[in-house]
Every structure is written in structure tokens, then in C-alpha cells.
């Protein structure tokens, strides 16, 4: 089964930009979508981006304009490139298929959104 792993994360101010990265492992990654989740303390995990083989991404209302991901599918590696970041951005952060089907979640990546 391919497991994933999410790095990148740290402390960062407002307004100022991490990229995150989700290497997948064994087989690389599945051929449907990819997607981007967070959660943050007392609240349920929520989906942030997803993108797919083709290049298509969409975004949550949350992360449009601010976010980007992308793919090197050589690297067998996912990115989400955070712009304009807020401390409501602060949670942990996971990728997984899009959608998901196996409720398997990784470590995730601490982000976290302070002055």
C-alpha cells in the first residue's frame, strides 16, 4: 500500500509563505487525486486543496488565492506552496488521496501561524 509522508512545516508570521511537502513511498502515487488536509486543535480535519494527474487543482474557500499545490511526479512528490499565511492557517497538516478511501493518515506537519 503506498504511505505518504508530509514535511515542511515550522513557525512562520502572518503574511509569510511555507511550502509543504507530501512524499509518497513504494509505488508512488495513486493514479486518482491527491489531496491536502489540516486540522487544527478541537476542530475536525478539513480538506484544503487537491490535485490530480492532469494538472486540474481546486481549492478550499479558505486557501483560493493564497494557496498553490503542484506535483514532480518524478520526485514522487506533492507540494503546497502557503502564501499569505494566517494564524487561523495554523494546524497540522496531511495529504492523502482525493478523495479518501482507507481513513490511513500519516504524521502530518506542524504549522504554525504567530507573531
Known amino acids: 500500500q503506498v504511505q505518504f509522508v508530509e514535511s515542511g512545516g515550522g513557525l512562520v508570521q502572518p503574511g509569510g509563505s511555507l511550502r509543504l511537502s507530501c512524499a509518497a513511498s513504494q509505488s508512488g502515487f495513486p493514479p486518482g487525486g491527491m489531496g491536502w488536509y489540516r486540522q487544527a486543535p478541537g476542530k475536525q480535519r478539513e480538506w484544503v486543496a487537491r490535485s490530480y494527474p492532469t494538472g486540474e487543482a481546486y481549492y478550499a474557500d479558505s486557501a483560493e488565492g493564497r494557496f498553490t499545490v503542484s506535483r514532480d511526479n518524478a520526485k514522487n512528490t506533492m507540494y503546497l506552496q502557503m502564501n499569505s499565511l494566517k494564524p487561523e492557517d495554523t494546524a497540522v497538516y496531511y495529504c492523502?488521496?482525493?478523495?479518501?478511501?482507507?481513513?490511513?493518515w500519516g504524521q502530518g506537519t506542524q504549522v504554525t501561524v504567530s507573531s
Open positions: 492523502n488521496r482525493a478523495p479518501v478511501i482507507d481513513d490511513s
